[in-house]
């Protein structure tokens, strides 16, 4: 199982980015996929979580209304559509697969928000 993140950047204050999650070694349509971030000196954190079929969505309080789950079975992968960002966004975004209850994490991509 591979997890691969990419699109993190330093962005100013009110900017967009769009975060990639690159899966495989799995059947990535019958699984359920996370974004979790984790800032300096914090706990990591779920952001948003999808379902398999991207029929059901799920997000932290804190990026309600701001950012967008999403995925593509046919490409496998999934994404994190962030607008409106704020400083207290800063933080390493990882992506995370629970198959049966042995959970697999990425890299991790570093997203800065900062003027």
């Known amino acids: 199982v591979q997890l691969v993140e990419s699109g993190g950047g330093l962005v100013q204050p009110g900017g967009s980015l769009r975060l990639s999650c690159a899966a495989s070694g799995f059947t990535f349509s019958r699984y359920a996929m996370r974004w979790y971030r984790q800032a300096p000196g914090k706990e990591r954190e779920l952001v948003a979580a999808?379902?398999?079929?991207?029929?059901?969505?799920h997000y932290a309080t804190s990026v309600k209304g701001r950012f967008t789950i999403s995925r593509d079975n046919a490409k496998n992968t999934v994404y994190l559509q962030m607008n409106s960002l704020k400083p207290e966004d800063t933080a390493v975004y990882y992506c995370n697969a629970d198959l049966l209850g042995t959970v697999y994490w990425g890299q991790g991509t570093q997203v800065t928000v900062s003027s």
């Open positions: 999808i379902t398999s079929g991207g029929g059901s969505k």
